[in-house]
Antibody
Framework: EVQLVESGGGLVQPGGSLRLSCAASGFTFSSYAMSWVRQAPGKGLEWVSAISGSGGSTYYADSVKGRFTISRDNSKNTLYLQMNSLRAEDTAVYYC??????????????WGQGTMVTVSS | SSELTQDPAVSVALGQTVRITCQGDSLRSYYASWYQQKPGQAPVLVIYGKNNRPSGIPDRFSGSSSGNTASLTITGAQAEDEADYYCNSRDSSGNHLMVFGGGTKLTVL
């Protein structure tokens, strides 16, 4: 079964740091780009960051550039998001998603269940 | 970065056909993908590419595109189709960024 399971969310103070993880199973992890997408409470989806299958290329939304770092360990089938200098506006459910897949219309075809990050004092 | 614009809310009578639209400059160059999200759940891909449905998605869901507008059509809407729908595509700047529309709340009457 293809599955993504996020972990690492929680409550953090403004200016603090947090690292999210996403464990993948059921597909050849190293063959696919992976992304983080977030959703603030009651709001829409916002793409945060993506990384190529090899990990050699990374991309970020302007809202997190310079503060967040995406990485992956293909030997552990795990995706990470290191979040530094957190702000209240970073409060959201963070989803791990498989994609974008250029052969599949740049879609995100598999999503995790999400992990909640709350930035508050 | 580019933007994708969706109507905030759309309604449809049970069994009727509804079209949900997504507008943006990036859609002139890239396909839109469509996601269904029900309360408290993760998004689910329903349409990708020119008009492709992942395994398990009913054939009442279809996609189309013209110019800067992509559309998701549900033919014969069912009660279980009531959800938020989001479009997404690659950013038109060509720098590998991705963008989502603001979402459309579909109500099935």
């Amino acid at each position: 079964e293809v599955q993504l399971v996020e972990s690492g969310g929680g409550l953090v103070q403004p200016g603090g740091s947090l690292r999210l993880s996403c464990a993948a199973s059921g597909f050849t992890f190293s063959s696919y780009a992976m992304s983080w997408v977030r959703q603030a409470p009651g709001k829409g989806l916002e793409w945060v960051s993506a990384i190529s299958g090899s990990g050699g290329s990374t991309y970020y939304a302007d809202s997190v550039k310079g503060r967040f770092t995406i990485s992956r360990d293909n030997s552990k089938n795990t995706l990470y998001l290191q979040m530094n200098s957190l702000r209240a506006e970073d409060t959201a459910v963070y989803y791990c998603a498989k994609g974008p897949d250029s052969s599949g219309g740049d879609a995100f075809d598999i999503w995790g269940q999400g992990t909640m990050v709350t930035v508050s004092s | 970065s580019s933007e994708l614009t969706q109507d905030p809310a759309v309604s449809v009578a049970l069994g009727q056909t509804v079209r949900i639209t997504c507008q943006g400059d990036s859609l002139r160059s890239y396909y839109a993908s469509w996601y269904q999200q029900k309360p408290g759940q993760a998004p689910v891909l329903v349409i990708y590419g020119k008009n492709n449905r992942p395994s398990g998605i009913p054939d009442r869901f279809s996609g189309s595109s013209s110019g800067n507008t992509a559309s998701l059509t549900i033919t014969g809407a069912q009660a279980e189709d009531e959800a938020d729908y989001y479009c997404n595509s690659r950013d038109s700047s060509g720098n590998h960024l991705m963008v989502f529309g603001g979402g459309t709340k579909l109500t099935v009457l």
